[in-house]
């Protein structure tokens, strides 16, 4: 069973402050995916890197997958308190769509 | 367009007590699967099917059945309830592939007295 290790668990920032928070796993992913989890609601997609070393930028979001393929991070810059939620990695491995979910990182943007 | 639906949105049991979770996609996806979402856990893979007939077991399957006999549909059965089992519930469709999009539902919280 791959282990896919998220940190912080929690974070709570104030509105305009920069977070970086991290994926970390020993084992070697073929693609690795972000989701944000609102309350009440299921995780929908932010991202999908497949390649080591990719950098992909959504807004004020940045991801970065490792060159090994085996860790990942997210930075905010500028959070808003629509940031608010929480950050779900996940790994495959496989040819198949299966996927291993880290434990997550809730994260608290106070106005 | 639907996406992925789940129903019953929210459900409470008494041990011993069977039901069954539905869920229903409308993207043609040849790939489902269910999670469960207990504090502090994540989400945990329960079962997953890759088509139509076709079913495997995820990381925690005990207590829980699954078919797929059409591609629209991938019911969650629970025989006898537990109260390990209180957890909210989340389906999944995908195209097959490794890069491909996981559209969940809204999930179904389930409680078992």
């Known amino acids: 069973t791959q282990l896919l290790e998220q940190s912080p668990q929690f974070l709570s920032i104030q509105e305009g402050e920069n977070l970086t928070v991290y994926c970390n796993s020993s084992?070697?992913?073929?693609?690795l995916q972000w989701y944000r989890q609102e309350p009440g609601e299921g995780p929908v997609l932010l991202v999908t890197?497949?390649?080591?070393?990719e950098v992909k930028k959504l807004k004020r979001l940045t991801f970065q997958f490792g060159d090994a393929r085996k860790d990942s991070s997210l930075h905010i810059t500028a959070a808003q308190t629509g940031d608010t939620g929480l950050y779900l990695c996940?790994?495959?491995?496989?040819?198949?769509?299966?996927?291993?979910f880290g434990k997550g990182i809730t994260l608290s943007v106070r106005p | 367009n639907a996406g992925v639906t789940q129903t019953p949105k929210f459900q409470v049991l008494k041990t011993g007590q069977s039901m069954t979770l539905q869920c229903a996609q409308d993207?043609?996806?040849?790939?489902m699967s269910w999670y469960r979402q207990d504090p502090g856990m994540g989400l945990r893979l329960i079962h997953y099917s890759v088509g139509a007939g076709i079913t495997d077991q995820g990381e925690v399957p005990n207590g829980y059945n699954v078919s797929r006999s059409t591609t629209e549909d991938f019911p969650l059965r629970l025989l006898s309830a537990a109260p390990s089992q209180t957890s909210v519930y989340f389906c999944?469709?995908?195209?097959?592939?490794?890069?491909?999009?996981?559209?969940f539902g809204a999930g179904t919280r389930l409680s078992v007295l």
């Open positions: 084992s070697v992913f073929s693609s």
């Open positions: 999944a469709s995908s195209r097959t592939g490794t890069k491909n999009i996981q559209y």
């Open positions: 890197v497949v390649t080591g070393g």
């Open positions: 993207m043609n996806h040849e790939y």
């Open positions: 996940a790994g495959s491995t496989g040819a198949n769509s299966k996927l291993t």
